[in-house]
């Protein structure tokens, strides 16, 4: 009987090793598949991300708005004008005209030519981000060899590492694509915010909000890749696996497993810290 239940026990062991321990790695695979997605895609212009996208917010979206803009760069002007008319605690002087149709003329000539210097300005960024090289090897983890007396803790602490790894892999995914959706939204509205310029020291604000932000959006790519590269050499320099089998509670394998899943949470919270960083140090 006890070698009937013995044979049983191995077979039913066998069984789950087959099935379920190939999984043990999986949190490893998500998180290299991620990376891989991401860099493949991380210096690539608007332009080139998305060209569909980009050809709707450019050609249809932009011209659509250039031609309330053009509209508004006149009215603006004049209801400028009208409101230093009207206010009579301040007349009107021959340099608030000569500013006035000086904003004017800038306006109209910028929005001429405001398509080119939205490419001028997404392509400085991407050539910028071209220069910065990141060592991928640096961001991917290995896969651990399984201490097979260690393997059912090991495929459930791998199994939290699932939900570690999807949680880091769509915040970086997020973090990199919401960057574009953002440029091509301020591409379909940039004629509204450039017309006003012509609208006064009050009005002109939007255009100057505008700028910054389109300017910060597209050199987040810049921060957020410097980011990347010094968080993965960050994580890949710390040794956490002695310290955490020195509590001789783990297996090896298994003390690399928590720290891979470290360095992932370490690394993705650099990338995600970038966009404060920007909003901090440049005022973007």
């Known amino acids: ?74 009215l603006l002007f004049f209801a400028n004008f009208i409101r230093a008319a009207t206010n009579l605690k301040q007349n009107i002087t021959l340099e608030m005209c000569v500013e006035a149709f000086a904003k004017l003329v800038f306006a109209n000539v910028l929005m001429l030519k405001l398509d080119t210097a939205i490419r001028a300005i ?33 495929w459930l602490i791998d199994l939290v590492g699932i939900f570690i790894a999807g949680f880091c892999v769509f915040s970086l995914i997020k973090a990199f694509f919401i960057r574009y959706f953002d440029i091509y939204l301020l591409i379909a509205v940039a004629p509204l915010a450039i017309s006003t310029i012509s609208g006064g020291h009050e009005i002109d604000n939007t255009a100057k909000a505008w700028i910054k932000t389109f300017i910060g959006k597209c050199f987040e790519v810049v921060i957020m890749l410097m980011a990347l590269g010094i968080g993965g050499y960050f994580a890949s320099s710390l040794d956490l696996s002695q310290y955490i089998t020195a509590v ?6 298994i003390a690399i497993k928590i720290s891979h899943l470290i360095c992932m949470l370490i690394i993705t919270t650099a990338v995600r810290s970038s966009d404060e960083f920007t909003r901090r140090a440049f005022g973007f």
């Open 248 to 253: 001789e509670m783990f297996a090896n394998s």
């Open 122 to 154: 997404t392509n400085a960024t991407t050539n910028f981000a071209g220069v910065i090289s990141v060592n991928q090897s640096t961001l991917t983890m290995d896969i651990v060899d399984l201490d097979i007396d260690w393997s059912f803790t090991y």
């Open 1 to 74: 009987m006890k070698i009937i239940v013995a044979s049983f026990l191995t077979d039913a062991y066998q069984w789950f090793a087959d099935t379920f321990l190939p999984i043990g790695n999986l949190s490893e695979s998500i998180w290299n598949a991620g990376v891989q997605l991401i860099m493949s895609y991380a210096l690539d212009s608007p332009q080139d991300f998305n060209r569909p996208a980009w050809t709707f917010a450019i050609s249809d979206l932009f011209s659509i708005s250039k031609s309330v803009g053009i509209v508004l760069v006149n």
